[in-house]
């Protein structure tokens, strides 16, 4: 089969992936340190956004979200104040999660990665920011696509690549061993 009859209906992440004690990123590794810098400083950014609001919200509760009358109006502003604080924790709690497993992988290893082929780039923009879906033959074989958010190609057609998936991130590099 060649890589463009190849049926990408899966994810990279779905397949089979190295352990990340598995893979030697000598090749790549200052690449990938620049990247998880840049990864845990926006999920700092987002973590300490959150607390912020939180406190804020929490501090200034009583001011904002109630009154002496009980009406309708009251009650859906304390819904809408409860249901915001809801979010606020989860993008904390995701936030702390990404800081973590962005730790883990520069220090401990602790990520899912594969070397293979790029058979094709595709630029997409959504309402979410720019991606780049690479269309991948790793080198087991098998065929998938890697969504890596971004303005800049990071590889093309032809390149040998390095896939790394962390926590909700996908990298990919060009390997430089060949």
Do not use: P
Not at 41 to 61: E, G, P, R
């Amino acid at each position: 089969m060649n890589s463009s009859d190849a049926i990408y209906s899966s994810r990279l992440e779905n397949l089979i992936l190295l352990d990340g004690k598995d893979m030697d990123l000598s090749d790549v590794s200052f690449e990938f340190d620049k990247d998880c810098k840049k990864l845990i400083c926006i999920y700092i950014a987002l973590l300490l956004l959150s607390v912020v609001v939180m406190v804020c919200m929490i501090k200034f509760w009583n001011i904002l979200f109630t009154n002496t009358r009980l009406d309708d109006i009251n009650t859906r502003l304390n819904i809408r104040g409860a249901l915001f604080m809801i979010m606020l924790i989860a993008l904390f709690l995701f936030s702390l999660c990404e800081i973590v497993a962005l730790w883990k992988a520069r220090y401990k290893s602790g990520f899912k990665g594969i070397r293979g082929t790029c058979d094709n780039v595709v630029r997409i923009s959504s309402r979410n920011g720019e991606y780049h879906a690479y269309h991948c033959t790793t080198e087991l074989g098998e065929h998938g696509i890697a969504f890596v958010r971004g303005r800049k190609q990071r590889v093309s057609i032809g390149d040998a690549i390095v896939y790394i998936r962390v926590f909700g991130d996908d990298l990919i590099y060009k390997d430089q061993r060949r």
